[in-house]
């Protein structure tokens, strides 16, 4: 009834249920899903940085094939963006571009607005 957003975390089971009342801004929803992730104890193998850091809106998957490790990124910012794929200790990862077949031996991959890129990790 105040206006101010609440977030309740109640012991169900074995794990937690979240309950969120009110609302966040959209890009809030990250930084609440770190904090669970971290406080429940899930380690990301990968994870995706953005220069600059308010450049947010970036989806990203990953895949498998044939022992391929492959990355899909989609830029939905107004302005261009550089993308690391960082493993668990933060490390950015040399990858490659699959369309142009441009290699990224530090990682940092420049996205346009608007674009999608698939890349190769090399670990």
Not at 32 to 55: H, K, M, N, Y
Not at 74 to 85: D, G, M, V
């Amino acid at each position: 009834p105040d206006g101010i957003a609440s977030l309740v975390a109640a012991h169900f089971g074995k794990g937690k249920f979240y309950y969120s009342a009110g609302r966040i801004e959209e890009r809030d929803y990250a930084r609440l899903l770190d904090r669970i992730f971290s406080d429940s104890g899930v380690v990301r193998q990968r994870r995706i940085a953005v220069e600059p850091s308010t450049a947010w809106k970036v989806e990203s998957r990953a895949a498998t094939l044939h022992g391929r490790r492959l990355q899909y990124l989609t830029n939905y910012n107004a302005i261009p963006i550089t993308a690391h794929i960082r493993d668990d200790r933060g490390r950015s990862l040399p990858l490659s571009e699959l369309r142009s077949g441009r290699e990224y031996p530090k990682g940092g991959i420049r996205v346009a607005p608007g674009d999608t890129i698939i890349c190769e990790i090399h670990e």
